[in-house]
């Protein structure tokens, strides 16, 4: 049976791609938001050769879905960051952008759309559940996409990302060992890990680190590290 987000997906070829260096193969899906007033605006920059910006997919809030640059090619969507032991994330990665500014919760629409097109692509990939990230979560310094009001935990309910079950604190002179498990890059702030963390997981969180941001950090570091071997075929 056809992929309900697949059937509605509307072709609005973007320029701005290329392969993917090295020969690699996406192991990573990028969730975006817009950041502009309109769907329709955020399309055309993304289609706009002077910008050199795309992504894969764009969901507007009521639900349509364009496909901008094929999967198997790259997308120019993440820019400079890392995941895990990735460093170019471009071409390990699906990108997805969803039009919102960051200030209101994302529409069940569209929520719904991502959950589909999500499923298909990491079935497609074989892209495991923790490395569906957001943009903030790859480049902590200088993103704050999809920001405090996307529902993760929605998501991983699904089985499409992970979500902790915080229970045991970690030690806080652990935090940037758990943070490089979890998958974030150790080339960042303690500042800035913090406030990607917190983005992803704890968007309520305030002040300096608390054992509640440990807790979450060390369930994830256990359960889903980043770079854990693949099962076997």
């Not at 192991?27 to 050769?49: F, K, S």
């Not at 080339?187 to 680190?209: C, H, I, K, N, S």
Request: glycine share 8%.
């Amino acid at each position: 049976m056809a992929d309900p987000a697949q059937r509605a997906v509307i072709c609005q070829p973007s320029p701005n791609f290329g392969a993917r260096r090295g020969g690699v193969l996406p192991d990573i899906l990028v969730i975006h938001y817009t950041n502009m007033q309109t769907a329709e605006a955020a399309l055309a920059r993304l289609c706009d050769p002077d910008a050199a910006v795309s992504c894969h997919y764009l969901i507007a809030e009521d639900g349509r879905l364009w496909q901008l640059v094929p999967e198997a090619e790259r997308a120019w969507h993440a820019g400079l960051g890392c995941w895990g032991a990735v460093d170019e994330i471009n071409s390990r990665s699906i990108g997805i952008e969803l039009a919102n500014r960051g200030t209101h919760p994302f529409p069940e629409p569209q929520m719904h759309v991502l959950e589909e097109l999500v499923r298909g692509i990491m079935a497609r990939w074989s892209i495991p559940p923790e490395r569906v990230i957001g943009h903030s979560d790859m480049a902590p310094d200088r993103k704050n996409d999809p920001g405090p009001r996307f529902d993760w935990r929605r998501l991983a309910l699904r089985g499409l990302a992970v979500w902790p079950n915080a229970v045991d604190p970690a030690p806080t002179e652990a935090f940037r060992t758990l943070c490089a498990r979890v998958g974030y890059g150790t080339a960042f702030t303690d500042e800035d890990l913090l406030r990607a963390v917190r983005l992803r997981f704890r968007p309520w969180g305030q002040g300096p680190l608390v054992p509640a941001d440990m807790a979450v950090l060390a369930d994830i570091a256990a359960r889903f590290p980043v770079d854990r071997p693949a099962p076997p075929a």
